[in-house]
């Protein structure tokens, strides 16, 4: 079982950054691979970004790339996602999730809101 605890979130306005973290527990943090992803109010789960265990591979959505960078502190057993240059259709709920194998984990999110 891993838990997983995201902070970071608020309220910006267009232009700014947030830095999101999440902490997970439970398990070797270094065996997971860790995404985050976001739910805008009436719209479906997106992917947002991932990196593999050691940190060496990372992927973007479209939308965010260039503006977002996810990271990982193994040590800290704790992935982050910096938020950069920060629009309205950012707004949504970030959620972290881990994956091993088959098994997946997710976070209970955290709102982030960008004014224009």
């Known amino acids: 079982q891993v838990q997983l605890v995201e902070s970071g979130g608020g309220l910006v306005q267009a232009g700014g950054s947030l830095r999101l973290s999440c902490a997970a527990s439970?398990?070797?943090?270094?065996?997971?691979?860790m995404d985050w992803y976001r739910q805008a109010p009436g719209k479906e789960r997106e992917f947002v970004a991932s990196?593999?265990?050691?940190?060496?591979?990372?992927s973007y959505a479209a939308s965010v790339k260039g503006r977002f960078t996810i990271s990982r502190d193994n040590a800290k057993n704790t992935v982050y996602l910096q938020m950069n240059d920060l629009k309205p259709e950012d707004t949504a709920i970030y959620y972290c999730?881990?994956?091993?194998?088959?098994?997946?984990?997710w976070g209970t999110g955290i709102q982030v809101t960008v004014s224009s």
């Open positions: 999730r881990a994956s091993s194998g088959t098994l997946t984990y």
């Open positions: 439970g398990r070797t943090f270094s065996s997971l691979y």
């Open positions: 990196i593999n265990w050691s940190g060496g591979v990372t």
